[in-house]
């Protein structure tokens, strides 16, 4: 899929792995839309950018707030919407049991409701807008990209509602390529493993530094930067279909 000229949408495009996603798609010269819940991250950034970006305020589990931001990114560009890519999440950390009996469901809903159904959320109205684009080469139409993560794989001790969220969106990837081969829609998934986002800016120094150093090589946490430039890869690439590529460093987690 060719970048330059065409209109992408970034859900949970306002930080994190999702704002640098947005970065490379623009400075590549597509038009993003970025869709966020935090309102003044996301204009920020869309006044920041300028020229060929915009904002729009969607929950990613709200059907209407979705639906709503795929048309304006639809319609930001003549040819349509030609990538999506899903970045929004959250985390949670409880036992399936313990001391204090058994895990809670609302939290295990919540994450599940977030990181899964609202990922399928985004990529379901994202490919029905796209089975309407005309076809390029290869006849593609276009490419949506989710993501997952190492978690799906190598859940650790209090990772269940994490894991089990993060496990479905990795199974999700293959029949939804399947399902839109026909129309010339990719579909694949990226795992981080450890990486520098919101979700661990609030740790000490010090134990970000140790995350960091049970990476093989390179012993460090992941950069925003290295998740966007596989993410612009991915769109580009047109024989990456239907695949689930842990981005880690070699990294696999210890059940603790």
Not at 56 to 75: F, G, H, L, P, R
Not at 191 to 212: V, W
Not at 216 to 243: C, T
């Amino acid at each position: 899929m060719r970048i330059e000229g065409s209109a992408a949408l970034v859900a949970g495009g306002a930080s994190g792995l999702g704002e640098a996603t947005v970065r490379r798609l623009h400075e590549r010269g597509a038009t993003v839309t970025i869709a966020d819940v935090n309102e003044e991250r996301g204009q920020a950034l869309a006044q920041e950018l300028g020229q060929d970006a915009g904002f729009v305020k969607a929950d990613v589990t709200s059907e209407d707030e979705v639906s709503a931001a795929v048309d304006a990114a639809a319609a930001s560009a003549e040819d349509g919407l030609r990538i999506s890519v899903s970045c929004a999440g959250v985390g949670w950390a409880e036992k399936v049991a313990g001391k204090r009996g058994p895990h809670q469901l609302v939290p295990f809903e919540t994450l599940v409701r977030i990181n899964l159904i609202g990922t399928f959320n985004v990529l379901r109205f994202a490919a029905a807008t796209m089975l309407g684009n005309e076809p390029l080469d290869d006849d593609e139409r276009g490419v949506c990209l989710n993501t997952a993560s190492i978690a799906a794989f190598d859940g650790q001790i209090s990772q269940i509602a994490y894991s089990a969220s993060k496990g479905g969106v990795v199974g999700m990837t293959l029949p939804a390529a399947r399902d839109l081969a026909a129309g010339g829609i990719r579909v694949a998934t990226i795992a981080p493993g450890l990486f520098d986002t919101p979700l661990l800016a609030a740790l000490p120094q010090e134990q970000r530094d140790a995350l960091g150093a049970q990476v093989p090589f390179p012993a460090r946490l992941g950069l925003a930067g290295e998740y966007a430039a596989l993410a612009e890869h991915l769109v580009e690439n047109r024989m990456i279909n239907g695949e689930v590529i842990r981005l880690d460093g070699a990294l696999r987690m210890p059940p603790r």
